[in-house]
């Protein structure tokens, strides 16, 4: 898989592409990053990537010409990350990673010039609704998490166990020591009964999703084991 990124500032990607799991993928060939410097593409003598919005108001307007013809170099479904899109979540990162090659533009200033966006944008994505200074960190969210989901990247078992990946809400996790600052682990989880720690995990996952997200519960299929566990949550809970 293949996902270009179009910004101003390449720089904020040099981390990213160099540490952790994304760093190790790309050095194993398991997808390619690939940055694009936009500011290359401004050919005029100022390199001038904005300008001034028509019909006046505050702040600037990325222009069309350089974005443009930094599409023509790209493939792929071409996804621009801006406060007005749909929400991403992982069910359309899931769909993302199926595809060979994408394309996300990392907008500036007050956006980009909406000629981009009607002739050669497929999707624009919100990661939130909130407004950050450019669309770089969105840019680098959704690349980190449609990442992840190529196969290689992380080892298949914590991709099962996502939060989301089952519906729920993920269950709490332990290491050494046993005990810390009188804190115990929960005796089931050093009891190598697996059973009954797959039961436990379940069910904690079941009451964090009940107690935080109860919304993700409204929209799932419950297995006969998981109504049980609900129904004993509930009763514990003396709701
Ligand atoms: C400057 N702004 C507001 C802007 C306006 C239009 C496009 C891009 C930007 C860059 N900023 C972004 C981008 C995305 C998100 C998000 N929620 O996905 C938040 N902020």
Redesign the pocket.
């Known amino acids: 898989m293949k996902i270009n990124i179009l910004t101003l500032f390449p720089e904020m990607f040099s981390g990213f592409k160099s540490e952790s799991i994304i760093g190790k993928a790309l050095e194993k060939n398991l997808l390619e990053i690939n940055i694009v410097n936009i500011r290359e593409f401004c050919y005029d003598k100022h390199k001038q990537a904005d300008d001034m919005p028509f019909g006046g108001g505050a702040g600037m307007v990325m222009k069309p010409e350089p974005l443009f013809r930094a599409l023509e170099t790209v493939k792929g479904k071409v996804i621009y990350?801006?406060?007005?899109?749909v929400r991403f979540n992982q069910k359309l990162a899931i769909e993302l990673a199926q595809e060979e090659e994408i394309t996300i533009i990392a907008?500036?200033?007050?956006?980009?010039d909406e000629r981009v966006v009607e002739s050669k944008v497929d999707l624009e994505?919100?990661?939130?609704?909130?407004?950050?200074?450019?669309?770089e960190l969105?840019a680098m969210m959704m690349a980190d998490c449609i990442a992840r989901l190529v196969p290689g990247v992380i080892k298949k078992e914590s991709y099962e166990n996502d939060s989301f990946f089952n519906g729920l809400l993920d269950y709490p996790h332990y290491t050494r020591p046993a005990e810390y600052e009188g804190m115990k682990v929960p005796e089931v989880l050093l009891s190598g009964h697996h059973k009954n720690i797959e039961t436990w995990r379940l069910k904690e996952s079941l009451k964090r999703t009940y107690l935080r997200r109860r919304d993700l519960l409204v929209g799932r299929e419950l297995s006969k084991e998981e109504k049980k566990l609900l129904a004993e949550i509930k009763r514990e809970l003396g709701k």
């Not at 990350?81 to 899109?85: A, E, L, N, W």
């Not at 907008?107 to 980009?112: D, M, P, S, V």
């Open positions: 990350t801006t406060p007005q899109g907008g500036h200033y007050e956006g980009i994505v919100s990661i939130g609704d909130f407004v950050l200074t450019g669309g969105p």
